[in-house]
């Protein structure tokens, strides 16, 4: 039995998410061309509310991806001061809209706004970032649902990195409905053994110190760090935090990149290792959707 997580013929040890990506934005660009032979072209709406700097780039990121795949996106910004019923009044249009297969809306919205009053007003067929209920749950059982996109970009950059993925050890840092509850659900689907820990688990770095795979989502720049790592763990890294350098402000993952290195079998980079995947899963759950409504 291979008990090493990593297959050696698999092996570079910086897990390059920005290619990976490519080979998934290649895949999902191949099948939009096909349903386009059947005069189907996928569409996507992004709803930003607000002037958030951070999420305006990473809506124009989404919008230039969807362009590069062949995908129709459709922008809709609305002002910071925009009532909820303005907001799930533009959902039930998007929802009743044949050209729209998927509804994304930026988080987080302004406080003022019910989050999950808003995802759950979306269509589940719909629903590109698995966030309403019926997705959540359908993934809990196990079923075909659209599924969050950072945990879906996470696993296929495990299952290329790893491999088979049965029976080893993944623990989960982070508890959020975004990514670690869907992140450990998936590592479950796929047969780990999962342990989910987050900022009231006693003893967290022992548990870490176990995991085969070590996934961080907990939003602390570089929390964690090599004696944290069992030698020859694959590492994947979700964090995404700004953090004041000399040089003006720099982006770090939740993990000690410099200092993990030596220690892990393979680890990804922030950035240029989940954040791209998180996009190009946004795409790949388009072409789903647009799927799944051809019925
Ligand atoms: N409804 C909703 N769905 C989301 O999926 C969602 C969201 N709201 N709100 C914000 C977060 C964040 N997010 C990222 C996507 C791509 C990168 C990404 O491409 N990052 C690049 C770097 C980008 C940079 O330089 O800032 C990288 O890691 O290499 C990062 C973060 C999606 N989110
Ligand atoms: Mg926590």
């Given amino acids: 039995m291979n008990t090493q997580a990593v297959q050696p013929d698999r092996l570079a040890k910086r ?16 099948a939009v061309q096909q349903l386009q032979q ?8 992004v ?3 607000g002037e958030d700097p951070a999420s305006q780039v ?11 795949v062949g995908i129709r996106s459709i922008e809709h910004r609305l002002p910071a001061d925009t009532d909820e019923s303005s907001l799930l009044a533009l959902i039930e249009t998007l929802n009743q809209d044949p050209q729209v297969n998927g509804i994304l809306v930026q988080l987080p919205l302004p406080a003022a706004i019910d989050e999950n009053r808003v995802l759950e007003a979306i269509d589940p067929l719909k629903d590109v970032d698995g966030f309403h209920s019926q997705n959540v749950g359908g993934l809990s059982q196990g079923r075909e649902v659209l599924t969050p996109c950072t945990p879906a970009g996470c696993m296929r950059l495990l299952r290329q990195t790893c491999g088979e993925l049965s029976g ?5 840092v982070g508890r959020s409905n975004i990514v670690g509850k869907p992140m450990a659900a998936l590592l479950l689907q796929a047969d780990c053994s999962v342990t989910l820990v987050h900022s009231r688990s006693r003893d967290i770095e022992r548990l870490c110190r176990d995991a085969d795979i070590l996934v961080a989502a907990v939003g602390r720049p570089q929390m964690i760090k090599r004696d944290w790592i069992k030698p020859g763990a694959v590492v994947i890294d979700v964090g995404i935090n700004r953090i004041q350098a000399d040089t003006g402000t720099r982006l770090v993952g939740d993990v000690d990149y410099d200092d993990v290195y030596d220690q892990a079998a393979a680890i990804t980079p922030v950035p240029g290792g989940v954040g791209p995947m998180t996009i190009a899963m946004l795409m790949q759950n388009t072409l789903t959707a647009a799927r799944m409504q051809l019925g």
């Fill in 15 to 30: 897990i390059d998410g920005k290619q990976v990506s490519s080979q998934v934005l290649a895949e999902v660009s191949e």
């Fill in 38 to 45: 059947q005069g189907i072209q996928p569409g996507l709406a």
């Fill in 47 to 49: 709803v930003l509310v």
């Fill in 58 to 68: 990473y809506v124009r990121n989404k919008v230039l991806r969807a362009a590069e």
């Fill in 168 to 172: 080893l050890h993944a623990v989960v």
